[in-house]
C-alpha cells in the first residue's frame, strides 16, 4: 500500500480537478479528500466500505483512511484534496479523525444547484494556498462537509472500523516530535512492538524509523519554506536528535540537505 505524505499535505496548497476516469489503488495520506460524482459511476471502497458512486454522490475521505477506486462507467467527477489545515476553524482537530458512519452521501438539491454554478470551469493538478485561493476553495468545500456532517453520526465503537495502521499514522501525527521508539507505540496501544511492525510493514518501503522520519521530514519542511529559523533549532524541535541525523535523513528523502531546499524553495 502506498502512503503518501508530500506535496498537498502539509504544504498549504490543495489539488482540484476533473476526471473522466480514474483508477487508483489502495492507498493512504493525511490530507483530507472530497469525490463529487457529477455523471456516470464510480466504484468506490474507503475501509472496509464498498460503494458504486452515482450522479449526486459525494466520498469524503478522511486523513489516514485507506481508499481505492476500481472503476469507473461514462464518468464525470470532481476531486479535491486538501491540508487539513483549512479545516481547522470548522472542524477541530479532535473531531477531525473520528471516525463517521459513512464515508458516503447523496447532496441536497440545493447543493447540486450551488456546485454547478460554482465549481471551476477547469480543474487545476495543485494550487498554492494565498488568500484569494483559500477563500474560493472555502466556499465549496465547506457546503459540502456541512451536508457530510447532517447525514452521518459519529461512530460509537471506532475500533471496529479503523484498521491499526490508521490509529498508528494519527499517533505518530501527534507525536512526532518526541523521541518515540516503537515500544513507545507498542505500549500506546497495548500490542508488542512485532505486531506494530508487521502493521507499518504493509506501507510500500517503510519501516518504523523511516515513517517516523518521513513525519519529522515533512513537517520541518514546512518550517524550512516560511520562516527563518536556524536549522539545528528545526531539528531539535521536530524529534531530530542532532543536525547531522536531520541532514542525513533530510538528503535521504529529498535528495537534497534542508539548505539547499531552503534556497531552492525561495
Same mark, same amino acid.
Given at each position: 500500500?502506498?502512503?503518501?505524505?508530500?506535496?498537498?499535505? !502539509?504544504?498549504?496548497?490543495?489539488?482540484?480537478?476533473? @476526471?473522466? +476516469? *480514474?483508477?487508483?489503488?489502495?492507498?493512504?495520506?493525511?490530507?483530507?479528500?472530497?469525490?463529487? =460524482?457529477?455523471?456516470?459511476?464510480?466504484?468506490?471502497?474507503?475501509?472496509?466500505?464498498?460503494?458504486?458512486?452515482?450522479?449526486?454522490? =459525494?466520498?469524503?475521505?478522511?486523513?489516514?483512511?485507506?481508499? #481505492?477506486?476500481?472503476?469507473?462507467?461514462?464518468?464525470? *467527477?470532481?476531486?479535491?484534496?486538501?491540508?487539513?489545515? $483549512?479545516?481547522?476553524?470548522?472542524?477541530?482537530?479532535?473531531?477531525? %479523525?473520528? #471516525?463517521?458512519?459513512?464515508? %458516503?452521501?447523496?447532496?441536497?438539491?440545493?447543493?447540486?444547484?450551488?456546485? @454547478?454554478?460554482? *465549481?471551476?470551469?477547469?480543474? +487545476?493538478?495543485? =494550487?498554492?494556498?494565498?488568500?484569494?485561493?483559500?477563500? @474560493?476553495?472555502?466556499?465549496?468545500?465547506?457546503?459540502?462537509?456541512?451536508?457530510? *456532517?447532517?447525514?452521518?453520526?459519529? $461512530?460509537?465503537?471506532?475500533?471496529?472500523? #479503523?484498521?491499526?495502521?490508521?490509529?498508528?499514522?494519527? %499517533?505518530?501525527?501527534?507525536?512526532?516530535?518526541?523521541?518515540?521508539?516503537?515500544?513507545?507505540?507498542?505500549?500506546?496501544?497495548?500490542?508488542?512492538?512485532?505486531?506494530?511492525?508487521?502493521?507499518?510493514?504493509? $506501507? +510500500?518501503?517503510?519501516?518504523?524509523?523511516?515513517? $517516523?522520519?518521513? /513525519?519529522?521530514?515533512?513537517?520541518?519542511?514546512?518550517?524550512? !519554506?516560511?520562516?527563518?529559523?536556524?536549522?539545528?533549532?528545526?531539528?531539535?524541535? /521536530?524529534? /531530530? =536528535?542532532?543536525?547531522?541525523? /536531520?541532514?542525513?535523513?533530510?538528503?535521504?528523502?529529498?535528495?537534497?540537505?534542508?539548505?539547499?531546499?531552503? #534556497?531552492?524553495?525561495?
Amino acid at each position: 500500500m502506498q502512503i503518501q505524505t508530500i506535496n498537498f499535505d !502539509r504544504s498549504g496548497m490543495y489539488r482540484c480537478t476533473y @476526471k473522466n +476516469e *480514474l483508477w487508483v489503488r489502495e492507498h493512504i495520506h493525511q490530507c483530507t479528500e472530497i469525490i463529487y =460524482v457529477i455523471s456516470g459511476e464510480l466504484k468506490v471502497t474507503v475501509g472496509e466500505e464498498k460503494r458504486v458512486l452515482t450522479a449526486g454522490e =459525494v466520498a469524503l475521505i478522511q486523513p489516514f483512511i485507506t481508499h #481505492k477506486f476500481d472503476e469507473s462507467e461514462n464518468l464525470r *467527477l470532481w476531486l479535491c484534496v486538501f491540508s487539513n489545515d $483549512l479545516l481547522t476553524d470548522f472542524l477541530p482537530r479532535e473531531r477531525l %479523525y473520528k #471516525k463517521r458512519t459513512s464515508a %458516503y452521501f447523496r447532496i441536497s438539491e440545493r447543493l447540486a444547484t450551488f456546485l @454547478k454554478d460554482a *465549481l471551476p470551469d477547469s480543474g +487545476e493538478e495543485m =494550487v498554492s494556498f494565498n488568500y484569494t485561493e483559500r477563500r @474560493k476553495i472555502m466556499t465549496l468545500i465547506f457546503p459540502i462537509i456541512d451536508e457530510y *456532517l447532517d447525514n452521518t453520526e459519529l $461512530l460509537n465503537d471506532e475500533k471496529s472500523s #479503523k484498521s491499526l495502521l490508521s490509529d498508528i499514522l494519527i %499517533y505518530l501525527d501527534e507525536h512526532y516530535s518526541e523521541p518515540l521508539t516503537i515500544n513507545d507505540v507498542a505500549r500506546a496501544f497495548g500490542y508488542t512492538p512485532r505486531h506494530i511492525s508487521r502493521q507499518i510493514s504493509a $506501507l +510500500e518501503n517503510y519501516n518504523f524509523k523511516s515513517l $517516523l522520519n518521513n /513525519f519529522r521530514i515533512e513537517h520541518a519542511k514546512l518550517m524550512i !519554506r516560511h520562516s527563518d529559523a536556524k536549522l539545528i533549532d528545526i531539528a531539535m524541535n /521536530f524529534g /531530530f =536528535v542532532s543536525e547531522r541525523t /536531520f541532514f542525513r535523513s533530510f538528503l535521504a528523502s529529498e535528495g537534497m540537505t534542508p539548505t539547499e531546499y531552503r #534556497k531552492s524553495r525561495r
